[in-house]
């Protein structure tokens, strides 16, 4: 590889807001950041919290490709020596061959923060490093506040790399802790450290200043040959660089070897994979990976797009495991719509006047909140619907829903549906956790005995918007489902000023969609 | 001002997924643009959008400070005169002073894209800003694709700029049209445009990349005086360049003056303002204005933070109206909810050993999904509860909700509450647009005669989140709502596998916490 990739989502992407991550979670990352290739990852800080030493018991029983697991932790504390010190111990107990010190290059930090002298921060570094490296261990050295340290006290920064490097860390990791430092600053200080690094470097870049990306990029172009970041910039504040945006550039734009060969296209599904794990949304505009970083919606750029894509796109999506879409919308043409038919496989040519008539439905359906977007299967169901190529499953005659709660009983929910499919009609009941839960487990309870392969089917993820938030409680909402079986996933869409009925009709056209698909394959 | 800050919010800001402005929209953020101190506000493209021109109507009426506006346009098409060019015709109608034309700088797009020859494009560029410059307005060119264009026909893109400023363009924006240029070569690119350039410079990045924010500032190190960009990035794809981490970054770091002084204490109001008219969610680790930005976790820096700001801040959150948040998790050591009690001056030093009880107590309810993070008013009744300060205003004693569908008839929701206040019992019954609705009219039919300041209140957001998808419809789900009266908002937090539950338990606390306030002031 010409440059390592460190991966600290375990532990310090763990300390973004929102995020916290079970063992079981912690060990399925470890796994998928093996799939992709990636060359060190961060398992957690034993010497703070005591519970990664059971991630460090278990990471060992997985069968792992690529990737070396490491322990983080910090330099002994001030005035004891290195067998006191119970987070070098917990280090040791964590049994990994590589671990990570981080030490203080900021002199500030050093007086005040850890209230001790410049001189023997330098022995906990020097010490530190030492006994774990005489227990066979790799070791690198995280130099924290690295170029805040640099512009305040330049020489105590360098001393501060001096000691880590004289006994023997492995690499000199510089680190923008605060983030705050931008990319020609980052290019300056590190062409000095340059004159004086016996070992190679790496960088470790927060995105305070929006920067951390293009500060791990000029770090690499500068001679870095480590870049710690997390997977979907994930970490505290505003998070660290992220490695979805760090790797791609590396190797389609700065030509260096990152990954295994072929690996980069496993991009886009580990940075939706973690994302899921890690309970946290997946951002639609992220760079490379997101769900609409290839997606087009002005007209003039369709047209343009459907020539020639190198025209408006700086790589082609397929390298990330991404894929371009074409958005149908207000600004849409013609061209946006054919598009998209012909992604459906509708031939729209013979259409002419019934495509302007589903543009305007589809435009006034939009007014009312009805947005399409990010709602793929409701979109293709509504299009095949408007070209007659479809019919639902199942026609609602009725349904009802009771929810009660008393003082000190939990609160219960139960459903009663009514439906005809074709001739024959089903009237169901059932309970469930919650009114869409009832709702849902009446349905399916109606449409089982004619429909068993609803069975393999089931909700992933639940979303619901607010549309006109002033309007308080009465406000309109958007609801978004995404359901997925063995093999797929894809997502539906219901608007309405009950949340239930946007429920319902999501879920609909997610039972519709799965039946229509079982139906022409 | 040292930069011009040229915002495209509602031009290319609009072409990103799930945006749509209103009219009303448009002007509301115009006004707050204004407030803000904004230079230029791009208001529209009337020859693509024709409703554009009711908003060029309407803009005139504003009474703005500094801002002003204009419009976005193409160059003639080609082959055509440009009093016959439509776009060209609808520009002149909006009326405003300063127009932004764009036109093609890469030879690959005029040959393929517009289909017509090199020399054709550099007259239609002369030809539509000379026009234009008769009509008496300042026109601003954009150079589409340009650092593409550069690279595959340097000469050309050159040529093009010429064009455009021999005949009196105000501006050259170089735009990296397809977002995949990395920053050194926007450095090395500007610095050869400058040995030719005799007009000022401008840069419109795209964030494919994730490094529109960094492109942007390396360009005004270089040189360029005007930056376009969108207020959180906003925009098609991977976004525009983020104005919200540009300016905070221009003025306090690269001391270039771009707002009026003392405005930037605005940036965050605007961000998030602008946000909501948007109905787009406010990222948490958004640089510099998310609600995280600030945000600190781990016990060591909470530490370190409650000694000196200045160990873990890039900058004083205050300049950029954000503050510092305290986050209470598991990760939390004592000092963490010693900062947050501070904050509310809950007076906790006497409470050791009760300190500890509510510190277990917070992560168990984690545990379980109840995640205080986003909802600080749930946080304070929890914590004034906790240690004996406060007691909710009512009890419930029984709800009932009933929802029902009929097939050709609208859903009906109506709900009943039963509750005490103090000795007195009040059962009520309402109707409601939803669920949630019906509840929440019924509780506030139930208390109003008690508590009539919660006709002041409404709810201005609501958000569903999914804990544990994988268990479908029965998945436990996380409410949080948003509530504002005329001088401020507060976030409460609900969770259940019962939307309804989850749901009330927010309301419920949101009301509470009105409440309390209102009897402490």
């Known amino acids: 590889m010409d440059v390592l990739i460190y991966d600290t989502t375990l532990r310090d992407g763990a300390q973004g807001e929102g995020l ?10 470890v796994e998928k950041l ?20 059971e991630f460090f018991n278990q990471v060992r029983n997985l069968d792992l490709k690529h990737a070396r697991i490491t322990a983080f932790g910090s330099t002994r504390k001030p005035g004891i020596g290195v067998k006191q010190d119970a987070n070098l111990q917990a280090l040791q107990q964590a049994g990994v061959a590589t671990v990570t010190i981080f030490g203080k290059a900021w002199d500030f930090h050093v007086l005040r923060a850890l209230e001790t002298t410049l001189e023997e921060n330098l022995n906990m570094i020097r010490e530190s ?18 170029f805040d340290g640099y512009k305040n006290n330049a020489n105590y920064a360098l001393q501060v790399l001096q000691a880590a490097q004289e006994v023997g860390a492995g690499y000199l990791v510089l680190c923008d802790t605060n983030g705050g430092t931008l990319s020609w600053e980052i290019e300056e200080i590190i062409k000095e450290v340059q004159k004086y690094s016996r070992v190679p470097l790496g960088i470790h870049a927060h995105n305070d200043s929006a920067s951390a990306v293009g500060n791990s990029l000029i770090a690499v172009r500068q001679g870095c040959s480590q870049v710690q970041g997390t997977i979907n910039g994930y970490g505290e504040r505003c998070g660290n660089a992220d490695l979805c945006s760090i790797i791609p550039n590396l190797e389609l734009k700065m030509d260096k070897r990152v990954l295994p060969p072929g690996n980069l296209k496993r991009l886009a599904e580990v940075s939706h ?6 309970n946290m949304p997946h951002h639609n505009n992220q760079p490379f990976v997101g769900y ?25 999506p397929e390298e990330v495991g991404n894929h371009r879409r074409v958005l149908v919308s207000e600004l849409s043409g013609l061209s946006n719509l054919l598009y998209k038919a012909r992604e459906l496989n509708i031939d729209i040519n013979n259409y002419d006047h019934e495509t302007r008539r589903v543009i305007k439905q589809i435009k006034e359906m939009e007014s009312q909140g009805l947005q399409f977007e990010g709602a793929d299967a409701s979109l293709e169901l509504f299009l095949r619907k408007a070209f007659g190529q479809y019919e639902d499953f199942f026609q609602l005659k009725n349904l009802k829903l009771i929810i009660e709660k008393n003082e000190d009983s939990p609160i219960t929910a139960e459903a009663m549906v009514k439906l005809t499919i074709g001739e024959k009609t089903f009237h169901t009941a059932a ?38 938030g002033n309007e308080g409680t009465a406000a309109r909402v958007r609801v978004l489902i995404e359901s997925a079986d063995q093999k797929s996933k894809w997502s539906t869409v219901g608007v309405s000023e009950n ?15 799965l039946l229509f698909k079982k139906q022409i394959t």
Do not use: C
């Open 20 to 29: 916290s991550f079970s063992l079981d979670d912690k060990l399925k990352i």
């Open 34 to 53: 093996d799939y992709l290739g990636i060359a060190y990852i961060e398992g957690g800080w034993p010497g703070s919290n005591p519970k990664d030493l």
């Open 129 to 146: 490093i030492s006994y774990l490296k005489e227990q066979g261990m790799e070791v690198f050295f995280d130099a924290e506040h690295f």
């Open 273 to 278: 994979y973690i994302s899921e794990i890690a």
């Open 292 to 316: 609409g970083a290839f997606a087009h919606k002005g007209g003039i750029h369709v047209n343009a797009l459907l020539k020639d894509s190198l025209t408006y796109e700086h790589i082609d």
């Open 431 to 468: 309970e469930g956790d919650g009114p869409v839960n009832a709702l849902d487990n009446s349905l399916r309870k109606a449409i089982t005995e004619v429909y068993p392969e609803i069975g393999e089917m089931h909700l992933s993820d639940y979303k619901v918007r607010v549309l006109n």
């Open 499 to 513: 949340i239930i009925e946007a429920s319902w009709q999501a879920i609909v056209d997610s039972i519709n969609y």
